[in-house]
């Protein structure tokens, strides 16, 4: 307890610096953690991407009866499959025409159906890879009726180059945040050690121990820490709540984003351990 209020103290008596140090604390944890939001939701997205992205099955002109019935069962038994669903061509012809409404007079001009019979084929999002899914269309392919495939291919294939920038991004971003986080931490408990050389030179002529002196600042350091991460909290909250939560209702595609609450908790606790890691860093080689 005495450690603490020693602590406590010294935090109070030079409280513009230690405000400063929190500050900047709790700024890069908050660009920090917004980063490894950003790379969480991508990684959600390419996760449930194979569900979300439907791939079409057209069907050659001469194909029916048992044929689709074989060609729906083939592709059924593949372990990637959610779900099958037939849509012929004139079912097809009617989704078109309601999708350009007004201006169905552009299909009028064709004499007859140019579509043709298909199947929207859903996967299943738990377990299916990249590499899973360009496999199944190869065997889709290779099975006697089909004439192509369709698929959101390049969308998948951007979205996977987007999580992989992403890591590395947020990696080099972290290594770089926590080494500011920790430098400052360093810093401050560095200056605040010298500020107070003359009252730990009483307490050595008094018999104090080396760990006896160093206790104080460890604490100092993991405080600054967590009161830096709370700040970050603080911020990620707000922003979540004033802003991200607005860009929802007026923009539904950022209803997908989601921001796991443990990250609140997690960010002061995080702050902590780098405070006291720079705490270390900073009291490790003085002589005293």
């Known amino acids: 307890m005495f450690s603490l209020r020693l602590a406590l103290q010294s935090i109070f008596k030079e409280k513009w610096m230690n405000i400063l140090s929190m500050l900047s604390i709790g700024v890069m944890l908050f660009i920090l953690i917004s980063v490894a939001i950003v790379v969480y939701n991508v990684e ?35 372990q990637t499959v959610k779900s099958i669903t037939f849509v012929s061509k004139e079912k097809a012809l009617e989704d078109l025409k309601k999708v350009f409404k007004k201006d169905d007079f552009i299909l009028k001009g064709f004499g007859e159906n140019p579509l043709f019979d298909s199947f929207d084929v ?54 770089i945040f926590v080494c500011s986080v920790t430098f400052i931490c360093y810093a401050t408990v560095k200056i605040l050690f010298y500020r107070h050389k003359d009252e730990i030179e009483i307490y050595k002529l008094l018999g104090a121990t080396r760990w006896f002196v160093r206790v104080p600042f460890f604490m100092e350091g993991s405080i600054i820490g967590l009161l830096g991460g709370a700040i ?57």
């Open 44 to 78: 959600m997205l390419t996760a449930q991407l194979p569900e979300r992205l439907t791939l079409v099955v057209l069907l050659k002109e001469d194909v029916e009866g048992e044929e689709i019935k074989a060609i729906q069962t083939a592709i059924r038994a593949d």
């Open 122 to 175: 859903r996967l299943k999002s738990e377990g299916v890879k990249k590499d899973e899914v360009k496999r199944l269309i190869q065997n889709i392919k290779s099975i006697h009726g089909v004439d192509d495939v369709e698929y959101g291919e390049a969308l998948m294939d951007s979205i996977y180059a987007l999580k992989g920038g992403l890591r590395a991004l947020g990696l080099s971003i972290g290594i």
């Open 232 to 288: 970050g909290s603080g911020m990620l909250l707000g922003f979540y709540s004033y802003f991200i939560k607005k860009l929802m209702v007026d923009i539904p595609m950022f209803t997908i984003i989601s921001i796991p609450m443990q990250f609140l908790y997690m960010l002061p606790v995080f702050g902590l351990f780098l405070g006291l890691g720079g705490a270390v860093l900073a009291l490790g080689r003085l002589k005293y």
